[in-house]
């Protein structure tokens, strides 16, 4: 059997998780023992996106319960207006729900929901550790990002974050601040660079206490 398969809902997800694992201390970093991970068969993008995940992502992830030990589902909760529309844990208990008829137990399966999009997790009160994947030009007497991002109104002085995570990343990225990249560019690098440590995302913690559960870490 294999460690843990990861169904994603796009190319962004797919670069974070990739970018996680290609971090050789990945295992520190998550305060766990060591498993396997190989992006080939342990990685899973939906065609369909977060609707696909949602809506039929239990039937993908089927025919893995015989060869992986548990499963990781990650999707972003704003799709389609959810925000308005439908209430967070319901949205979370239908994807369990369907995951439990599917055949994964639950204490084999983490539902990641993220609340309210993937971007959210790319922000953290203290800019200075991202700044340099944004080429920002600190180093040009600039201040720090997000000084430059509240002058800009994109971020609330009082707030962790910024209101519109995305709205922001998109912000940065047109600026001529240096050579221009992807989404899934500037992700991939922060996920395999950037500490978490101090990370309030509720639905990004719960996957790492749950991983630390499957994967208890060993002392000497």
Sequence with gaps: MRDIVFLVADGEMQATVEGFFENPAFDKRLQCARFEFDTKQD?????R???GV???????????IATHNYAVVMVDFAFNDNLQTIDYQQFCEKIKANMRVAGWPNERF???AINPELEVLMWQADTSRIEHIFDYPRDRGAGTLRAWLQAKNLWDAGAPKPADPKATIDAVRGQNWGRKKTHSQLFKRIAKEVSFRGCADESFNGLLQQ??????RIYA
Excluded: A, C, E, R
Aim: hydrophobic share 30%; no cysteine; charged share 20%.
């Design 54 to 64: 949602y809506q039929d992502g239990h039937n993908l992830l089927k025919s893995y």
């Design 43 to 47: 990685l899973i993008k939906h065609p």
């Design 110 to 112: 983490f539902v990641m």
């Design 211 to 216: 991983i630390q559960t499957w994967y208890p």
């Design 49 to 51: 996106k977060d609707p």
